[in-house]
Nanobody
Framework: QVQLAESGGGLVQPGDSMRLSCATS????????MAWFRQAPGKERTFVAS?????????NYIDSVRGRFTISRDNAKNTMYLQMNNLRPDDTAIYFC????????????????WGQGTQVTVSS
């Protein structure tokens, strides 16, 4: 069993930066691929970014955040991060972290473990 807990959300203005954290507990964090998903009001949950455990921690992003967001992980601290720069109003959503064994996926149904989510609001 893996428990996930997001933190770091809040209200920011367009162009600002924010860092989300996902703290894990339970089984060894190092054996899991991790991802961030988000869900805007009235919309489905969508993939944002992922990072593998194998393959040197290969990262993947959706096109709309590539170059603005950076996903990373600190296996010693059992924590994953999402650094978000140049935030835009359409980044407003609840952000969820997720975990699955070894290899990341862009499909939410492939993830076994989920956090409760943290609200990110980008507004002037």
């Amino acid at each position: 069993q893996v428990q996930l807990a997001e933190s770091g959300g809040g209200l920011v203005q367009p162009g600002d930066s924010m860092r989300l954290s996902c703290a894990t507990s339970g089984r060894s964090f190092s054996n899991y691929a991790m991802a961030w998903f988000r869900q805007a009001p009235g919309k489905e949950r969508t993939f944002v970014a992922s990072i593998n455990w194998i393959g040197g921690g290969t990262a993947n992003y959706i096109d709309s955040v590539r170059g603005r967001f950076t996903i990373s992980r600190d296996n010693a601290k059992n924590t994953m991060y999402l650094q978000m720069n140049n935030l835009r109003p359409d980044d407003t959503a609840i952000y969820f972290c997720a975990a699955r064994p070894l290899v990341a996926s862009m499909a939410s149904n492939d993830y076994t473990y989920w956090g409760q989510g943290t609200q990110v609001t980008v507004s002037s």
